[in-house]
């Protein structure tokens, strides 16, 4: 009896440390917090108070930075875990994206972030306030190497072969669908870069045939959305390249489209369509109604490609280099 009374006031006490504990990093951060809004009031001006919200937001995320943990295995209280980077100019919260703590149920974590810049930087691994075997660790960053994990294709007319291969669109099934140009056609493969179908041709009727298909995507409803610039019209095709619908046709007026180039669907389902030969970027729905456009008169010289990111339209403008 008095062995299990002793055994649930242990538990009990572990408790309360390690909530005392997840207290404490909180308390840090918040006193963190406070000491630089009371600078920024004495010291600062109008214009920087003003810039106060913004700072504040890169110094509270750290709690993201604290976990509750396990530690050993059969244990049933968790750690609270932080990890803190410091630069070689000292703490620095945007230096890292946020940091990840995995507990690999074996006694030991594995923790997970991204710098954003190269150099040294000093990690400190903190479980109930004590730097675990090794902390802190200096680390140092080089700059990313890429390399290509896969290429296929080569110069011809013959499947599986490209003649200035522009668009590129991958699926939710991993097939790569390429628009090649040259031979006025689309061909579709597998992520190992297998040939899997094709389908257009030179010409310019509607639903078989392309006249230097460009750009390339595909839409929420897995549709293969194209441009087909040379006959001034976009055109859509399911996953085998079978035909649905298409709008545009040369002219500049709204519904129009003279030589488009660039195009991208953006978060709503949007077709954003970058309208070379009338210098502007013009959006239409899902179905290929027209929506509203930008860059008309001399805003651009000759818009290249577009796409949206968050709330903003990047494009580009050939011509302006």
Not at 199 to 219: L, S, V
Request: aromatic letters at 8%; one cysteine or more.
């Amino acid at each position: 009896m008095l062995n299990k009374v002793e055994l649930q006031q242990k538990e009990s006490l572990e408790c309360v440390r390690t909530q005392q504990c997840k207290v404490k990093c909180q308390v840090k951060l918040l006193e963190t917090a406070v000491e630089k809004t009371e600078t920024v009031f004495k010291h600062s001006t109008n214009a920087e108070i003003t810039q106060l919200d913004k700072s504040l937001n890169t110094v509270l995320p750290e709690s993201k930075k604290a976990a509750m943990m396990e530690n050993k295995p059969g244990r049933t209280m968790p750690d609270c875990v932080m990890v803190e980077i410091k630069t070689q100019q000292g703490l620095d919260h945007d230096y890292a994206t946020e940091v990840r703590v995995q507990h690999n149920k074996d006694g030991s974590y594995k923790i997970r972030y991204f710098l954003k810049d190269t150099g040294k930087c000093q990690i400190s691994v903190k479980a109930n306030e004590e730097h675990i075997g090794g902390s802190p660790f200096t680390v140092e960053t080089k700059p990313r190497q890429f390399r290509p994990l896969l290429s296929f294709g080569k110069g011809g007319s013959s499947v599986g072969m490209f003649r200035c291969p522009y668009g590129v669109a991958v699926n939710d099934r991993d097939e790569i669908a390429v628009t090649d140009p040259n031979n006025h056609r689309v061909q579709v493969f597998s992520s190992d870069g297998t040939y899997l179908r094709s389908f257009g041709k030179e010409g310019d009727e509607q639903g078989r045939e392309f006249h230097c298909p460009a750009d390339i995507a595909h839409d929420k409803k897995k549709n293969i959305i194209m441009v087909d610039t040379d006959n001034h019209r976009v055109q859509f095709f399911n996953y085998q390249g079978e035909y649905l619908n298409q709008f545009g046709g040369e002219g500049n007026l709204d519904h129009q489209l003279s030589g488009p180039f660039g195009l991208s669907v953006d978060g709503n389902g949007n077709i954003i369509v970058a309208d070379r030969g009338n210098k502007c970027i013009k959006t239409f729905s899902s179905y290929g109604q027209f929506l509203y456009k930008l860059g008309e008169g001399e805003a651009f010289t000759a818009p290249f490609h577009c796409i949206q990111y968050n709330k903003h339209l990047i494009m580009s403008d050939l011509d302006e280099h």
